[in-house]
């Protein structure tokens, strides 16, 4: 009796065992072609991807893997040859990645902008001001609580840009009010609403951002806070695995008459988060 | 507290509608995590044995090794998974970056100390008992290894699953070799990350209940096969 159930639950053994590396090997092997798009977290946190992904897989039949990070997170992803494309939104570092060869071209697909968000109650007085530099000058020197990315995405470089052309960054000394999160824009937007601070968003982001509270925008529109996003074709020459003929048929859909329509209807709560950039730009 | 109760009122929604999206991920997270125990417990239980019955230079530095190994960061087995499997990596050609399987194993590496420890633990205590009469049997290494492994299955069964537990529970690995992939390598952790960072509280919530429901489950068993076993000993 102890034998014949020694060996029932030996052959159950065996049985989950093979259980498990069938399913290792099936979870592994992808159905179809694939290509993973390494790409800022607005892209993807806005919901655009989840819009687009589905129509682009019905009409090409290729799946879109999104890995979403910060921007330099994305771009060494694609340097080290783990994504195929890249969607970022910082020109100088999108250069630099195709003149030193890691990328084929940089295509302008889209923009939206950047607001400055804050309180409602406003402690540093910047609702209205419509040059950023001076609505960050004046949370500076009321030392009024602003919360940075920290993370080398896109909307960090940007606002240190910003500190930068203010004659210098913030420095260890400022820690008392300025607060880098080390995170993503919703992570970083969840700790502004929580010790009512300032901080640079993207549009998209802050429209979809769910845990709003006092915030509300108070800078915006100036071309400062222009914010375009761009497609880059990881280069075959750097990493010969890369899937480039459906990488490219990606960026070919997304910046044609088609693909470009579909950015622009793209509506949260009414309202248009991205507009498209593709076709201007092919035209000069 | 307002938060807190809208927050749960649209969880139970979610857990009552059975979202097909939450569905997808609960269902990935166990197919990883299980997959990822079995694998380790196939590794660590002979492993385990055979480091406790076979007297070898450098033992000890083993068994301390394996101890300490049990507190690794979660992380850091995924930075350094992270940096094998891309392609730049020594196993790039693999491909496994970002796939399901990269999860698997990172949370297999992480698993593996617990039960090889927890193995050495108690076939070395269950030698001490039955040494005499296994050796009057002129058993071999490797019988030893099989019955002492049968005897104390309450006790190792227990020691996987809290493995389990610690597999199923754990983001900072998943979400660096998995990248958090919709339809693809998305988990209830990773998901929790996300929607967090989203300001969406009440799908976060959702996911957190039915991970500490599955903790629950897999304490109660715990507890119930220690029991049992810890009975029929004395």
């Known amino acids: 009796m102890q034998e014949t159930h020694r060996k029932i639950l030996s052959a159950a053994a065996v049985l989950v065992v093979l259980a498990a590396v069938a399913s290792l090997v099936f979870l592994s092997s992808p159905k179809g072609p694939s290509i993973t798009v390494a790409s800022t977290t607005s892209t993807e946190n806005s919901g655009l991807f989840g819009y687009l992904l589905p129509i682009f897989m019905t009409e090409t039949g290729i799946n879109v893997r999104v890995v979403a990070v910060g921007t330099g997170q994305a771009i060494r992803m694609a340097m080290k040859g783990d994504a195929d494309v890249l969607l970022v939104h910082h020109r100088a570092s999108e250069e630099k990645f195709v003149n030193e060869g890691y990328g084929v071209e940089r295509t302008a697909l889209m923009h939206n902008d950047f607001v400055i968000v804050g309180p409602a109650s406003d402690p540093a007085g910047i609702k209205g001001t419509e040059d950023p530099a001076d609505a960050l000058r004046r949370i500076r020197s009321s030392r009024a609580t602003f919360v940075s990315r920290g993370d080398d995405s896109g909307t960090h470089k940007r606002e240190l840009g910003l500190w930068k052309a203010l004659g210098s960054l913030p420095r260890n000394d400022d820690a008392d009010w300025y607060r880098e999160s080390g995170a993503g824009q919703g992570a970083t937007l969840n700790i502004a609403s929580e010790v009512d601070g300032y901080c640079l968003s993207d549009r998209a982001t802050w429209v979809k951002f769910a845990n709003k509270r006092n915030l509300e925008i108070l800078v915006q529109g100036d071309p400062q806070l222009l914010n375009p996003y761009s497609l880059i074709l990881v280069s075959k020459q750097k990493h010969p695995h890369v899937r480039t003929a459906e990488g490219q048929q990606f960026i070919d859909w997304l910046t044609s008459e088609h693909g470009q329509e579909l950015i622009a209807a793209y509506r949260v709560d009414g309202q248009q988060l991205f507009f498209p950039d593709a076709l201007e730009a092919a035209k000069e | 507290m307002d938060e807190f109760s809208n927050a749960s009122r649209t969880a139970l929604h979610l857990l009552a509608e059975m979202h097909p999206d939450l569905i997808e991920i609960v269902l990935l997270s166990l197919r990883v995590s299980l997959s990822a125990v079995v694998l380790a417990a196939l590794l660590a239980l002979p492993l385990g044995a055979f480091v406790a019955l076979k007297p070898f230079p450098g033992r000890r530095g083993i068994v301390i090794l394996m101890n ?88 190792l069964l227990t020691g996987i699953l809290a493995g389990f537990g610690r597999a199923i529970a754990e983001v900072g690995a998943v979400i660096i070799v998995g990248g958090n992939i919709v339809h693809s390598t998305r988990v209830m952790t990773t998901t929790i990350a996300l929607e967090t960072s989203k300001g969406d509280l009440g799908m976060a919530l959702g996911l957190g209940i039915i991970l500490v429901l599955i903790a629950v489950v897999v304490n109660t068993a715990v507890v119930t096969i220690g029991g049992s076993a810890s009975r029929r000993t004395l």
């Open chain 2, 68 to 155: 300490a190994l049990m507190s690794l960061p979660p992380v850091v087995v995924g930075l350094v998974i992270y940096l094998l499997l891309s392609r730049t990596g020594p196993f790039g050609v693999t491909g496994l970056l970002f796939t399901p399987a990269a999860m698997i194993i990172a949370q297999c590496v992480l698993v593996f100390p617990i039960i090889a420890a927890l193995t050495r633990q108690t076939v070395f205590d269950l030698h001490e008992e039955y040494d005499e009469y296994l050796r009057s049997l002129g058993a071999g290494t490797w019988q030893k290894i099989t019955t002492l492994l049968w005897d104390g299955r309450a006790r």
